[in-house]
């Protein structure tokens, strides 16, 4: 387990995935609703449960017209301005993992965050499920963002993780269709990826300011999603430097 001193205004990589690699999101909804909680949830204040206003919105069913309805996780929750525990810089939901990059904005923001979404999803999805018992594998783990190029490189990696739905071997710079990757990043609905394109999906999670400074824009991110396949596929594999920082 990694267990980083967490320091005001420092940036980590956090992951976690289900017990014994079982998925923790099962449908859209189950989606949806972590999304939502890492935007409620992420606030000094007291937090009510929002189980039943989101079942309100949410049927077990979830068809186009709710789909629609549920992404608005913003303003209309909210009845007076958040104090943030962290900035999420960046986020990524796989079917048995996610991984989120944080900024530390409070003493203990890390932890309190992390302790509010985990002990929330897992009573949503419990309840859900008509199950008992933990969801994920132990606690989180986390590694500090310290290191200017990190910035080049762990953003990438985080939004690419869903090509293991579609190029497993990516990872190892192999990969047969370029289009075909380039296409399926761009229709991933669950992750931070589309709001650093300059296309509204989850726009009011995260805090975009710093990494798009980084990227010198959405432009250059955009840009920069072909160097960084060129790189990968030229060295066939991840560089070692940042095995490190990867936490999988």
Same mark, same amino acid.
Do not use: G, V
């Given at each position: 387990m990694f267990k980083p001193e967490f320091v005001e205004n420092e940036i980590y990589h956090i992951y976690n995935r289900g017990v014994e690699k079982r998925n923790i999101f099962l449908d859209k909804k189950d989606y949806l609703r972590f999304v939502h909680d890492l935007f409620e949830f992420n606030n000094e204040e007291m937090t009510l449960s929002s189980n039943i206003r989101f079942a309100s919105r949410c049927p077990a069913k979830v068809d186009a017209s709710c789909l629609n309805q549920c992404l608005e996780v913003g303003p209309p929750n909210i009845d007076k301005p958040r104090k943030l525990l962290v900035e999420i810089l960046a986020f990524c939901l796989m079917p048995n993992h996610?991984? &989120?990059? &944080? +900024? *530390? +904005?409070?003493?203990?923001g890390i932890i309190k965050f992390m302790q509010k979404t985990g002990t929330g999803y897992v009573m949503y999805f419990n309840q859900r499920y008509e199950r008992v018992g933990p969801l994920y594998q132990g606690r989180f783990k986390a590694v500090i963002i310290n290191r200017s190029e990190h910035f080049d490189y762990i953003p990438y990696y985080i939004h690419f993780n869903p090509l293991d739905l579609i190029e497993p071997n990516w990872r190892d710079g192999i =990969?047969?269709?370029?289009?075909k990757t380039i296409k399926f990043l761009n229709s991933y609905r669950w992750s931070s990826h589309l709001d650093y394109l300059g296309k509204k999906n989850f726009p009011s999670v995260t805090q975009r300011e710093f990494l798009l400074r980084e990227f010198q824009g959405e432009k250059n991110y955009k840009a920069n999603i072909k160097k960084w396949?060129?790189? =990968? #596929?030229? #060295? *066939? +594999? =991840?560089?070692k430097e940042f095995r490190s920082i990867i936490l999988e």
């Open positions: 996610y991984h &989120l990059l &944080l +900024k *530390q +904005k409070s003493d203990d =990969i047969k269709n370029y289009k396949f060129k790189e =990968i #596929t030229q #060295t *066939q +594999k =991840i560089d």
